[in-house]
């Protein structure tokens, strides 16, 4: 089974995203900080981390910037509803560190489906 991990805050966002996976048939994981999902990872070794670019305490840019030092084989999805990730620096810089995939909040749960298919699709090529 792929294991997914949520990093998300926001407690409405990280129960609907896990609700969607797992009714999808994916194991999931939920982290709401990034000291959380740094054990999470640690010990539970997910395919693929969710993670939202703003978390209290280490944001999760610097998390994703750790996660490709330390879990290189991790395969990551960023989202956010606060910044603006359609410009090209900023894609170029996530993509540089590890990130497969950017999800805008607010999504759709097929956006969120074909996303997250898409993002295993490139990790483990025929796992889906």
Do not use: C, W
Request: hydrophobic share 45%; aromatic share 4%; proline share 5%.
């Amino acid at each position: 089974m792929n294991k997914i991990l949520v990093v998300e805050d926001d407690d409405s966002v990280s129960e609907l995203v896990s609700s969607v996976l797992r009714e999808s048939g994916y194991e999931v994981l939920v982290a709401s900080s990034a000291e959380e999902a740094k054990k999470r990872i640690s010990t539970e070794r997910p395919m693929l981390a969710i993670v939202d670019i703003i978390l209290p305490g280490q944001g999760g840019m610097d998390l994703i910037l750790e996660l490709h030092s330390t879990s290189p084989t991790l395969g990551i999805i960023l989202t956010s509803g606060k910044i603006d990730m359609n410009k090209s620096t900023f894609k170029v810089l996530a993509h540089q560190f590890g990130v497969l995939s950017i999800l805008p909040k607010p999504f759709t749960i097929e956006e969120l489906l074909a996303t997250v298919t898409e993002a295993i699709g490139k990790i483990a090529p025929g796992a889906i």
